[in-house]
């Protein structure tokens, strides 16, 4: 039985075009949603080494090349289902990349590797607008991730969209420094602020979680996974519809934007109070109110590998009213709910534990939403 509320919603689906999205808060209608079948635990090499933290280098050394453990899997895959029932129970179409197994082994003329996971959409895909862009990525386990979206890619070109895959990196030793000297945390806090990461300048690189969307003007940081090249590459390919800003944070080990600084409607952002934003100005004094979010309750014997706790701030907006909060991030729910929002609660800890959460997991598809100015 179909609310009038997503009865209004499916009909103004047939207005927009199929991929239509500018922002991160506007009414969703369509989003994919990552899985962990057929995942892979990365090969423990120089940009996992920089991605990850000492505590938990065992696990790729002892796992790496070979699928990821059935015990956190099963969990995972469980709550991932549970989370798409929430979301069409929203009235949102959810869609889901093909399963493929990541542990197969490739070989190009520059590396050989073994895959990831299709488990977070958001670090390889962007939407901008009707068009979809497929990132080069920056991890060689990440080379081939695309392969998992491919069907879905082909459908939504069948249907109108515009798509477009960035310059597929080599991979080849030159784009890393292998000498990247990461041992303790005081070495990567200077490491990242004087601006050397794990990734070189050899050719252009990025993962689509840098990226951040308030309409015309986009928020992108340079991180272990993304270069200066790579951010030239999407200005350049964007023109003059966009304005492509660099942020950068404090923050000993930036990878992706979306545990650290998230917009949550025009004029209010969400800040990380761990990873300050040197360009916060940007913000103010275009008029927008900056949050900062409370601390989260994850317990620290909790696996996550490849992540922080501050994943309680990897939300997902249905709308500027509602937002997909974890379940037992109960601050955060409290903290929503103080700016208006009515708060959605998944349980979605198991996921946690593969490096993302609702954001990281998820590609919005379709907001209904168009080209807007925010005071930048
Ligand atoms: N991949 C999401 C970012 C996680 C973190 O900042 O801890």
């Known amino acids: 039985m179909l609310t009038s509320e997503h009865s209004k919603r499916l009909a103004s ?4 075009p199929i991929v239509n999205s500018y922002n991160e808060w506007d009414t969703l209608q369509e989003i994919i949603v990552g899985r962990v079948e057929g995942a892979c635990v990365p090969q423990f090499d120089a940009t996992i080494k920089a991605n990850t933290y000492p505590k938990n280098w065992w696990f790729f050394q002892k796992y790496g090349g070979r699928p990821y453990p059935q015990e956190l899997l099963e969990p995972a895959s469980k709550q991932l289902n549970e989370f798409c029932r929430v979301l069409e129970g929203e009235g949102v179409t959810v869609r889901r990349p093909d399963i493929i197994d990541f542990s197969s082994s490739y070989k190009t003329p520059d590396f050989e590797a073994t895959g990831l996971y299709a488990a977070m959409p958001r670090d390889i895909l962007t939407v901008i607008g009707n068009e979809i862009i497929e990132a080069p990525m920056a991890w060689r386990a990440r080379f081939f991730e695309y392969r998992a979206y491919r069907s879905l890619m082909k459908e939504y070109l069948k249907q109108g969209a515009k798509w477009t895959t960035a310059p597929k990196p080599l991979m080849s030793d030159e784009l890393y420094d292998f ?3 990461i041992e303790t945390v005081e070495d990567r806090h200077e490491l990242a602020e004087l601006g050397r990461f794990v990734t070189t300048e050899f050719e252009p690189c990025f993962d689509a979680a840098d990226i951040t969307r308030c309409g015309r003007d986009l928020f992108v940081q340079r991180s272990q996974v993304t270069n200066k090249l790579g951010i030239t590459w999407l200005r350049n390919h964007l023109g003059d519809r966009f304005r492509v800003h660099t942020l950068k944070f404090q923050d000993p080990n930036p990878m992706h934007i979306d545990a650290t600084f998230v917009p949550l409607r025009p ?3 969400l ?6 934003c040197y ?6 004094k275009a008029g927008w109110d900056v949050v900062t979010a409370v601390q989260p309750t994850l317990p620290d014997n909790w696996p996550l590998y490849m992540s922080s706790k501050w ?3 990897n939300i997902l907006i249905l709308d500027p009213k509602r937002v997909i909060v974890e379940k037992d991030e109960e601050p955060m729910h409290k903290f929503f709910k103080n700016l208006g929002f009515e708060v959605i609660p998944v349980a979605f800890r198991h996921v946690y534990t593969f490096g993302g959460s609702f954001h990281c997991v998820t590609c919005d598809i379709r907001r209904d939403s168009q080209l807007e100015e925010y005071g930048f």
Do not use: A, S
């Not at 800040?271 to 300050?276: G, L």
């Not at 360009?279 to 103010?284: A, C, E, Y």
């Open 311 to 313: 994943l309680c701030m």
């Open 179 to 181: 000498d990247y000297p």
């Open 267 to 269: 004029g209010l952002v």
């Open 13 to 16: 689906t047939k207005t927009l």
């Open 279 to 284: 360009q916060i100005d940007i913000f103010k």
């Open 271 to 276: 800040t990380n109070p761990d990873r300050p």
